[in-house]
C-alpha cells in the first residue's frame, strides 16, 4: 500500500532502482501518474485510498530514491484517476475527480515543486461541475501553453474534453468528443504535430479502442474513429507520438491476455494502422 518508483538503470530498462514513498500513511500510489518538471525532477500525483485524498510527490533527485516531499494534494475532496503535466508557465497542473462531487478539478501548484515547507501548494479549480465526470482523466499542455484534459462523463456515456482559459485553469470550455462512447473507463491525451490533440479511449460497452483527433487547439469539435474494434480491447490504453511524428498507442488485449501496440501512420491517426 506505498507508491513506489522504479528509474531505470540504462536506456533499455533492462534493470532499474525502486524507491518506496510514504507520508505517515499508506500512500497507495492509485492511479499514478508522473512527468519531469522544469527543475529536471520527478513530480508524481496518485490517490490515497486511506485518507480518500488525491496526493503530490516531488522527488529529490533524478533517481527519485529518497528524500522526497510528500503531501495531500487538497483536503476536502476525493481525487481519484490523477494525472500531471506541465504548464506553459512551467508550473505542474494535476487533473483529477473529485469523486464525492462528481466534478473534474484542476490544481494548479504555485511553485516548481508543488509542495513547500511540507505543504502542497496548489490553487484547485472545478472545471466541470456536472454529475459523475471526470473520471480517467488524463492532461496534456496544448501548444498554446494551456491543459487539454479528456475524461469520462459516466452520467451519460460519453467522452469529454476540456481545455483551459488560462495558465493556472481557473476556469475552461468543454465539449463532448464522442457522445455514444458507453462506459469509458481509460483515457490518454497527447499532441500530435499538426498541434491538435489526439484522444485514444476504451470504450466498454463495445469492448474496443476508439481513437479522436481534435479539430483544433481547444479540440471544441472532434472526429471518433475505432482503432481496434477485436473483442475486449482497449483498457489502459496509453499514447505517446514517436519521433516519427506519428502516434504509437498500447493497450490491454484483455480476450487474448496480451499487451498490443498500434502505430498510427498519418497524423491524425487515422484510419491507417499497423498492429504488434
Not at 96 to 119: W, Y
Not at 182 to 191: E, F, K, L
Not at 224 to 235: C, I, K, S, W
Amino acid at each position: 500500500h506505498h507508491l513506489k518508483v522504479a528509474h531505470c538503470s540504462d536506456a533499455t530498462c533492462s534493470t532499474a532502482a525502486i524507491s518506496t514513498h510514504a507520508i505517515g500513511y499508506p500512500n497507495a500510489g492509485a492511479w499514478s501518474s508522473i512527468t519531469i518538471g522544469v527543475d529536471g525532477l520527478g513530480l508524481i500525483s496518485s490517490y490515497n485510498p486511506v485518507l480518500a485524498h488525491p496526493s503530490v510527490t516531488h522527488c529529490s533527485d533524478t533517481a527519485c530514491s529518497a528524500g522526497d516531499s510528500n503531501t495531500w494534494l487538497a483536503s476536502g475532496t476525493s481525487g481519484m484517476y490523477s494525472s500531471v503535466t506541465i504548464g506553459g508557465d512551467g508550473l505542474p497542473l494535476i487533473a483529477f475527480q473529485d469523486q464525492g462531487a462528481g466534478a473534474l478539478q484542476v490544481a494548479h501548484c504555485v511553485v516548481v515543486a508543488c509542495v513547500q515547507n511540507g505543504f502542497a501548494v496548489p490553487t484547485v479549480s472545478t472545471i466541470d461541475g456536472g454529475a459523475s465526470v471526470g473520471a480517467y482523466a488524463s492532461i496534456t499542455t496544448g501548444n498554446d501553453g494551456f491543459g487539454l484534459v479528456a475524461y469520462a462523463d459516466q452520467a451519460n456515456g460519453q467522452l469529454k474534453v476540456a481545455h483551459c482559459s488560462n495558465a493556472v485553469c481557473s476556469a475552461a470550455s468543454t465539449a463532448v468528443v464522442d457522445a455514444t462512447a458507453g462506459a469509458v473507463t481509460s483515457t490518454s491525451i497527447s499532441i500530435g504535430p499538426d498541434g491538435r490533440g489526439l484522444i485514444v479511449y476504451h470504450d466498454a460497452t463495445a469492448g474496443q479502442l476508439n481513437i479522436a483527433h481534435c479539430a483544433d487547439a481547444a479540440c471544441s469539435t472532434a472526429t471518433p474513429f475505432p482503432l481496434d474494434t477485436a473483442a475486449q480491447v482497449g483498457e489502459g490504453a496509453s499514447v505517446a507520438i514517436g519521433v516519427d511524428g506519428y502516434a504509437l498507442v498500447a493497450y490491454y488485449d484483455a480476450a487474448n491476455g496480451d499487451l498490443k501496440v498500434a502505430h498510427l501512420s498519418n497524423a491524425a491517426g487515422i484510419p491507417y494502422v499497423r498492429w504488434r
